[in-house]
Structures are given as structure tokens and as C-alpha cells.
């Protein structure tokens, strides 16, 4: 129980010594608190005894600064705006999981387990929930949390420290009763947002007329993204431990010791975390979350499996993506059937026409889904989608709506949907390119300027902090950037008007944008979002040509010659930069001061592949020259066939005897969304298609 505390003499009234005494043991009592209401769920006092305790705290710490430790509960309610996120590199990688849904898939894991083991060893495998939530890094130093960092490319994220400071669950301070604090650990967890409180949360943003959260994920994602950490505060978020990344100061034999070393710490782990020695064990498991998996308030698309000995896990190493001694068991998405009431048109930042059917919304695990995309023109085809169907929906990798199948057909159903003939943006006569609809005004339709803005700033073009989604449909809706050109015209009193903005936000992306006016050539390119031109192309490009004018006056055969270049990706990039509304965009940046610097040329004709080589089959939601261009785009390379030298194998419904001589040959296989995190965590961009 709470010590007794003479908590009636205003603070200004106790001397120096007292007032520090008096601090340290409220810090203490609070930190204990806050562990058993929010880790262990079993308060020893009322809210109204914790908050006395509180603004105690907050007075001694008023009258006295240098009492405001950076572990006090105090830093929880927030702190000052911050301008921008800092880059931070992460202590260690934080992979991806290769992942599947088949149980025979899950015993040849287990077969490449005990291959590595030995024949004298038998396995342990630590199994645990496959939490969808926002992954993030906690760094502590000597028992204090010092840093927060997301997931962002597996190596670098954002530092969002002030924002995790202000959830409950997570300590401060490391609890030491038990065990003593290393000298440096780094945890991998995950940011929730639990359904219930995402369903308070969705409800509260509709009666304020603002748009709500797709999902718990993304509402988990971007609260901790917010500039301000008070807004981070006012929502109601968890953060779940499992693993342990770094440490210095202390080791570990096994992921179980682990686990339990971070219970003693204080931090919350995840329900339900068993052990298991043989594949049936596991399926056992998965089976008993997946049937209970409706009733769970928080979402979770799978278990993870793990191999329990970390001498052995050094052993088998890791790939590129992810390591080989874990394994993510994914469930089945999610399935509902609703009716198509209509079908539209979406256009993205690169001219693509999408088609989406709007539906009468359907709740799919958790979720309400009113619109699905419909992938291209040669899908609705296949898939013979019309107005009116009714439909099977489900969530893919449970995020991305898809619409599965017509499951019955009416004898008056509608005629075959058309797609238009121009672009219902901006009126211009689109064209086809393979299964897509392009609208060809790049830089000039509205729809696809705001999603060219937003890609002008993103992190792997001219990293503009404050340039996102919002802000980017916001200042083309408003008619204050009408061509990209204009971004630089901007003025605080453009800005400060606008939701969202205050003077300080506003002065902050105004010279943001300023800042780029000398941008590295490479990251320009990007940034201009010029087809087939991820980051590995744009800096070869950049590297062969030195300078944006040589790059502009070249041919198209100058351009093949071009390590990963080649004579399509050269044909779309010429057309790109010579195309004539396409080069009085580039003019009017340039005019505007923008000088992107320049280098001696370097010859890349012979330079070594980077991304690797991948082999795609099944059904994809692109075609399968489209996939294989996004990956030749980041630097990679495809191939039509399986062989000890793939390095991965991008595997969509109905894959057949390319997916079984990748599990023969212990290939990594990725679904379409790790591919697609692949080829964005190498800065490249997917065709908005769906």
C-alpha cells in the first residue's frame, strides 16, 4: 500500500531535502501504480488517490525543476509540439517474418529446424499471438527509457520517444526487485489500440465530422506519429513486449529467459505466449486462437512461431528479410458477402485509373468495409463484376479489402461496368497501357497531383517533414498548389488558416520546402516520380549521367546502357521526361531556384545487383510484367524460374509448381504484401491499383 504522506503543507513550504524526498518516493508510488493498473490489471487505489498523488507530484516538480527526472509519470501528459520526427538507426534490424497459411508449409519449417539442430536435439519453438499493431523499438539505458523508435525500413525509423512516453503501460523506468537493469537493452513491441477504444475512438472523430481510422493498426500507427504528444495522450494506447533485440550488460540461452526477463522488468508481454516441440503442437494453437480469434479485443492475423534456442538462432542466421528460425502462421482473411451498390473511379499519383466498388458497408473482422478496389480493367473482366453483384468480401493479410467473388448471380443484373474514355479528374482522354487505364496529364490533373505532392516529400524523394496525405489533398483542394512548382510560393499566412496548422506548424513546412532548393540529384528523381525510377534507379541514373540536363537530353539507348536500366524501363523513362506538359512541370520547379546538385559521371554498365533475384506466380493483383518491373525498378531483378539462386519467390492464388520447388529448396516466399513492403523499404513506390 501507499506509504503514509503529509501531503497538506503547500509544496513552497518544505524545505529543499524534504521536497526531494517527497519526490522521489511519489515517483516511486506512481511508477508502482500505474504497473498494477495498467500491466497487471489489479489497482490497489481509486483514481481519485492516484490523481492526488499526481498533482502532488506535478507541484513539487513546479516549485522545484531539477525534481522533473525524464523518467517521472509526470512526462506522461505530454510535451511540448515538435517540429519534426528525428531518423534514428535501430540497435538491431527489425525483420519481417516470412509467413504462411499452410499447415504443410509449417512442418518443413520445422524440418529445416531440426535439420539445423542436429539429429540429436529435438526443437523448442516459443509461440506467441501475431499482434497487428504499430511495431516499435524501446531503448533503455541503465533501467531508463530513453528512446523510441518506429519500425520504419527495418533499419531506421522516426523518433517518436515524447509520444511513447505518454502511454501508461509502458515504464519509465525499469522495475529492478527481481532482476537488475542492463546497461543498454533494446525491445521490439507493438503500439495497440484495442477494438473497443478504436470503436470509442472512430465514433468521437464521426461526431466531430472528421474522417475516421480504417482500422485499430493504422489508428495505433498514426497516433504515434503525431507532431503533438498531447494528442498522442488523449488516446487510448498499449504497448505489448516480446522480444528482446539488444542487450548489453546481460545475455540470455533461450527466448523463454528472455520473455521472462522482461515480465521482471515491468513491461507487458502478450497473452497467452506457449511453447511447443513439434509441428502439431503449433497447429494446435493456431487453431485455438483462430476460433477465438472474434472474441479477442485486439486484432491479431496469425501466431508467430520461434525457434526457443538463441545459440541456434545465430546458427541459421537470416536473409535479407527475414530470419529462418521463425515463422509467422497466418490465418485465412477474413470473408463476408455484401452487395456492390455502385462502381467508380479512383486516380492515382501515377495517372492509373483504378476501379472500386462502393458497397453497402459489411463489418469484416472488426471492421466496417463501404469500398474495395477492383485492381484494373482486365480483373473486372475476369472476375465479371457489375453493379449490383452481391459479392464475397475479404480483408487480404487482414487490411487491404478485396473483392473475392460474385457469389450469385441475378437474371437482371447490370451491363458489364465500362471505364471511361477520359479521366473524370480533370476531362482528359485517357489510354491503355496492358490492363491499366492511365490518365496521361501527370502533372496537371488534381487527383494525381495530390498524390504527386505527397510523393514529392515523402521520405525517399525530398524527405518534406509535414508533407503527408492530408496536407498534400488539403493545399490542391484549396487551389494553393495548382502545379507542383507552386509548393515553393507557399507562405505562413497561406498556411495558418488551415485545419491542422498553427503558426508554428505553418512557419515549419514553409521552410521545409525551402530547404530542398539544392536537393542530391538522385533523391530529385524520386521525387519527380518518374516511371520504373525507385531509389536504386534514381541513383544509378544519377551516378551514369551526373546531372539532370545530360540525364533529360539523353537517348533512349543512352539510357538502356544503365546497370538495371534496360530497353523498357529506358522507353518509359524518355517518354516520361520528353513529354511536353511533363517537361514544363520540371521547367517550373527548376525555375523556381531548385538547383539539384551534380557529380562526375560514373560508368554503372557493369555494376553488381543489390535487391536480389525473384520469381513470381499465381495470381497477382497486377500483372505479372508489372510486378516484375516495380522489382527491377528498386534495383532487382526477375526471373521466370526457381533455382538455388532465387532469392525470394512472390507467390498469389492458385501458385503451383513454382511455390512447391521454393519450399523443396527452402526459397523464401513472400505474399503480395511483403512484397510490396520489400520494394518500399527500398524506396520504390507500387502503381496505386489497388
Given at each position: 500500500m501507499t506509504p503514509d504522506l503529509d501531503l497538506r503543507p503547500d509544496p513552497s513550504d518544505l524545505s529543499a531535502d524534504e521536497a526531494r524526498?517527497?519526490?522521489?518516493?511519489?515517483?516511486?508510488?506512481?511508477?508502482?501504480?500505474?504497473?498494477?493498473?495498467?500491466?497487471?490489471?489489479?489497482?490497489?487505489?481509486?483514481?481519485?488517490?492516484?490523481?492526488?498523488?499526481f498533482r502532488r507530484l506535478q507541484a513539487l516538480e513546479e516549485e522545484w525543476p531539477e525534481l522533473a527526472t525524464p523518467d517521472s509519470p509526470t512526462r506522461r501528459v505530454g510535451t511540448e509540439p515538435q517540429d519534426a520526427f528525428e531518423n534514428r538507426?535501430?540497435?538491431?534490424?527489425?525483420?519481417?517474418?516470412?509467413?504462411?497459411?499452410?499447415?504443410?508449409?509449417?512442418?518443413?519449417?520445422?524440418?529445416?529446424?531440426?535439420?539445423?539442430?542436429?539429429?540429436?536435439?529435438?526443437?523448442?519453438?516459443?509461440?506467441?499471438?501475431?499482434?497487428?499493431?504499430?511495431?516499435?523499438?524501446?531503448?533503455?539505458?541503465?533501467?531508463?527509457?530513453?528512446?523510441?523508435?518506429?519500425?520504419?525500413?527495418?533499419?531506421?525509423?522516426?523518433?517518436?520517444?515524447?509520444?511513447?512516453?505518454?502511454?501508461?503501460?509502458?515504464?519509465?523506468?525499469?522495475?529492478?526487485?527481481?532482476?537488475?537493469?542492463?546497461?543498454?537493452?533494446a525491445f521490439r513491441g507493438e503500439v495497440m489500440m484495442y477494438i473497443s477504444a478504436f470503436e470509442a475512438f472512430n465514433a468521437r472523430l464521426a461526431e466531430e465530422g472528421r474522417e475516421p481510422y480504417a482500422s485499430?493498426?493504422?489508428?495505433?500507427?498514426?497516433?504515434?506519429?503525431?507532431?503533438?504528444?498531447?494528442?498522442?495522450?488523449?488516446r487510448e494506447l498499449d504497448v505489448l513486449v516480446f522480444d528482446v533485440l539488444h542487450v548489453e550488460g546481460a545475455s540470455?540461452?533461450?527466448?523463454?529467459?528472455?520473455?521472462?526477463?522482461?515480465?521482471q522488468w515491468g513491461l507487458k508481454v502478450p497473452e497467452r505466449v506457449e511453447t511447443a516441440t513439434d509441428p502439431e503442437e503449433i497447429l494446435a494453437y493456431h487453431a485455438g486462437f483462430e476460433v477465438e480469434?472474434?472474441?479477442?479485443?485486439?486484432?491479431?492475423?496469425?501466431?508467430?512461431?520461434?525457434?526457443?534456442?538463441?545459440?541456434?538462432?545465430?546458427?541459421?542466421?537470416?536473409?535479407?528479410?527475414?530470419?529462418?528460425?521463425?515463422l509467422a502462421y497466418k490465418f485465412e482473411p477474413r470473408k463476408?458477402?455484401?452487395?456492390?451498390?455502385?462502381?467508380?473511379?479512383?486516380?492515382?499519383?501515377?495517372?492509373v485509373l483504378t476501379p472500386v466498388a462502393f458497397l453497402r458497408p459489411v463489418v469484416v473482422g472488426g471492421v466496417t468495409i463501404s469500398r474495395a478496389s477492383l485492381h484494373n480493367r482486365e480483373e473486372l473482366v475476369r472476375k465479371d463484376i457489375r453493379e449490383g453483384d452481391r459479392v464475397r468480401i475479404q480483408r487480404a493479410g487482414d487490411v487491404i479489402p478485396q473483392v473475392v467473388e460474385v457469389v450469385e448471380q441475378e437474371a437482371d443484373r447490370e451491363d458489364p461496368y465500362r471505364m471511361p474514355t477520359h479521366c473524370p479528374a480533370c476531362g482528359t482522354e485517357v489510354y491503355e497501357e496492358g490492363p491499366r487505364t492511365i490518365c496521361p496529364n501527370r502533372f496537371g490533373c488534381p487527383a494525381q497531383l495530390k498524390g504527386r505532392v505527397q510523393h514529392y516529400g515523402s521520405r525517399s524523394a525530398?524527405?518534406?517533414?509535414?508533407?503527408?496525405?492530408?496536407?498534400?489533398?488539403?493545399?490542391?483542394?484549396?487551389?494553393?498548389?495548382?502545379?507542383?512548382?507552386?509548393?515553393?510560393?507557399?507562405?505562413?499566412?497561406?498556411?495558418?488558416?488551415?485545419?491542422?496548422?498553427?503558426?508554428?506548424?505553418?512557419?515549419?513546412?514553409?521552410?521545409?520546402?525551402?530547404?530542398?532548393?539544392?536537393?542530391?540529384?538522385?533523391?530529385?528523381?524520386?521525387?519527380?516520380?518518374?516511371?520504373?525510377?525507385?531509389?536504386?534507379?534514381?541513383?544509378?541514373?544519377?551516378?551514369?549521367?551526373?546531372?539532370?540536363?545530360?540525364?533529360?537530353?539523353?537517348?533512349?539507348?543512352?539510357?538502356?546502357?544503365?546497370?538495371?536500366?534496360?530497353?523498357?524501363?529506358?522507353?518509359?523513362?524518355t517518354a516520361f521526361l520528353g513529354e511536353k506538359r511533363n517537361a514544363v512541370a520540371i521547367d517550373a520547379i527548376l525555375e523556381q531556384g531548385v538547383v539539384p546538385t551534380e557529380q562526375e559521371p560514373v560508368d554503372t554498365s557493369d555494376a553488381v545487383e543489390e535487391a536480389g533475384v525473384a520469381?513470381?506466380?499465381?495470381?497477382?493483383?497486377?500483372?505479372?510484367?508489372?510486378?516484375?518491373?516495380?522489382?527491377?525498378?528498386?534495383?532487382?531483378?526477375?526471373?521466370?524460374?526457381?533455382?538455388?539462386?532465387?532469392?525470394?519467390?512472390?507467390?498469389?492464388?492458385?501458385?503451383?509448381?513454382?511455390?512447391?520447388?521454393?519450399?523443396?529448396?527452402?526459397?523464401?516466399?513472400?505474399?503480395?504484401?511483403?512484397?510490396?513492403?520489400?520494394?518500399?523499404?527500398?524506396?520504390?513506390?507500387?502503381?496505386?491499383?489497388?
Open positions: 524526498d517527497q519526490a522521489r518516493t511519489l515517483q516511486s508510488e506512481l511508477r508502482r501504480h500505474s504497473h498494477l493498473y495498467y500491466v497487471e490489471a489489479r489497482p490497489q487505489i481509486s483514481d481519485e488517490a492516484y490523481d492526488e498523488l538507426d535501430h540497435l538491431a534490424p527489425m525483420l519481417s517474418l516470412d509467413s504462411t497459411q499452410e499447415p504443410d508449409e509449417v512442418r518443413r519449417f520445422d524440418e529445416r529446424v531440426r535439420k539445423a539442430l542436429g539429429e540429436d536435439r529435438d526443437p523448442t519453438y516459443l509461440l506467441e499471438p501475431k499482434l497487428d499493431g504499430a511495431s516499435i523499438e524501446l531503448v533503455y539505458e541503465d533501467g531508463v527509457f530513453v528512446r523510441a523508435v518506429t519500425r520504419g525500413n527495418g533499419r531506421t525509423g522516426e523518433d517518436v520517444t515524447a509520444n511513447l512516453r505518454t502511454i501508461p503501460s509502458l515504464p519509465l523506468r525499469l522495475r529492478t526487485e527481481t532482476r537488475a537493469a542492463p546497461a543498454v537493452v485499430p493498426r493504422n489508428s495505433a500507427a498514426g497516433s504515434i506519429r503525431q507532431l503533438d504528444p498531447s494528442v498522442t495522450a488523449s540470455f540461452a533461450s527466448d523463454t529467459d528472455g520473455l521472462e526477463a522482461i515480465r480469434r472474434d472474441e479477442l479485443d485486439y486484432e491479431i492475423d496469425g501466431v508467430v512461431v520461434k525457434l526457443d534456442d538463441l545459440a541456434v538462432r545465430q546458427e541459421m542466421g537470416s536473409t535479407a528479410h527475414h530470419p529462418r528460425w521463425a463476408e458477402v455484401t452487395r456492390i451498390e455502385r462502381i467508380g473511379i479512383q486516380v492515382g499519383r501515377t495517372g525530398l524527405d518534406i517533414e509535414g508533407l503527408g496525405e492530408e496536407t498534400a489533398a488539403l493545399l490542391v483542394d484549396r487551389d494553393l498548389v495548382t502545379r507542383l512548382a507552386e509548393l515553393y510560393t507557399l507562405t505562413p499566412d497561406d498556411l495558418i488558416h488551415l485545419e491542422g496548422f498553427a503558426e508554428m506548424s505553418a512557419t515549419a513546412l514553409v521552410q521545409a520546402v525551402q530547404d530542398t532548393r539544392t536537393p542530391e540529384l538522385e533523391r530529385f528523381l524520386v521525387a519527380l516520380g518518374i516511371p520504373e525510377v525507385g531509389v536504386t534507379v534514381a541513383r544509378d541514373l544519377a551516378r551514369h549521367f551526373g546531372s539532370l540536363g545530360a540525364l533529360r537530353e539523353a537517348s533512349a539507348e543512352a539510357l538502356a546502357e544503365v546497370h538495371g536500366v534496360g530497353p523498357i524501363m529506358s522507353e518509359k523513362i520469381v513470381f506466380t499465381g495470381a497477382l493483383p497486377v500483372s505479372r510484367t508489372e510486378a516484375q518491373d516495380l522489382w527491377e525498378s528498386v534495383g532487382g531483378r526477375a526471373t521466370s524460374s526457381v533455382s538455388g539462386n532465387t532469392d525470394f519467390v512472390v507467390a498469389g492464388e492458385n501458385a503451383g509448381s513454382k511455390l512447391e520447388k521454393a519450399q523443396e529448396l527452402g526459397v523464401p516466399v513472400l505474399d503480395w504484401d511483403d512484397f510490396v513492403a520489400e520494394v518500399e523499404s527500398r524506396g520504390g513506390s507500387v502503381l496505386e491499383e489497388g
